[in-house]
């Protein structure tokens, strides 16, 4: 799987969009971008995917770039319960069997 | 709809003292299955999967042990714990596609 590079810290005001960074620079055309998030002391949570098109869902969006070399998670109006550490992966499509390689990710810091 | 259950949530045991952490999804046919370790400060590491009855691969070369009794049972075991096992374990299951879904944890502290 490609390595990804994330900034260790963001903050962001309460109620304003949260950007979220992720550099893939050694993507391969089969490797899907994958976000998650893991809230203090819960459980990891799927938040969205993509491979070249943007995504949209009830929680986020997915900027890809044309070169696919990077990506941006956006939360529209973060919340409190937005604090979080924000996992960016990439992995082979179809995901398979194989387990998820989390790196350290970004600990957004939504302030009131 | 599909739910992860995992127990105990949290656990204190002694050097040396034997592990079993169990971990079961309702819902579902087939899971892959998952155990993941958190050590403090540090970030999640896959130790096995599973998919299906029997049939488990081991990530990290450690004195823990996974087994998979049953379609949608995940257990984790040591004989003898060390003080480094200490962490936040996490089940997780995945039908093969995209997404994976984790339980609530189990936070373990060796003393």
């Known amino acids: 799987d490609a390595k990804t590079t994330q900034p260790p810290s963001m903050d962001c005001a309460e109620g304003r969009a949260a950007n979220l960074p992720c550099n893939h620079s050694t993507i391969s055309g089969n490797e899907y971008v994958y976000w998650y998030r893991q809230i203090h002391s819960q459980g990891p949570q799927y938040i969205i995917h993509?491979?070249?098109n943007n995504e949209t869902n009830e929680m986020a969006s997915l900027i890809i770039t044309e070169d696919r070399k990077s990506s941006t998670l956006i939360l529209p109006h973060a919340t409190l319960r937005d604090t979080a550490v924000y996992y960016c992966?990439?992995?082979?499509?179809?995901?398979?069997?194989?387990?998820?390689?989390f790196g350290k990710g970004t600990h957004l810091i939504i302030q009131p | 709809s599909q739910t992860i259950h995992q127990w105990p949530a949290t656990l204190v045991q002694p050097v040396g003292s034997p592990l079993s952490l169990e971990c079961t999804v309702e819902g579902t046919s087939n899971p892959n299955l998952y155990w993941y370790r958190q050590a403090a400060g540090r970030g999640l590491q896959l130790l096995f999967y599973?998919?299906?009855?029997?049939?488990i691969s081991s990530e990290v070369p450690q004195n823990l042990s996974a087994s998979r009794p049953q379609d949608r049972q995940f257990i984790l075991s040591s004989k003898k714990l060390l003080l480094s096992d200490s962490g936040f374990y996490l089940c997780?299951?995945?039908?093969?596609?995209?997404?994976?879904?984790f339980g609530p944890g189990t936070r373990l502290t060796v003393t």
């Open positions: 997780a299951w995945s039908s093969g596609s995209y997404e994976q879904y």
């Open positions: 992966i990439v992995r082979v499509a179809g995901g398979g069997a194989d387990g998820l390689t």
């Open positions: 599973s998919v299906g009855i029997g049939q």
């Open positions: 993509g491979l070249k």
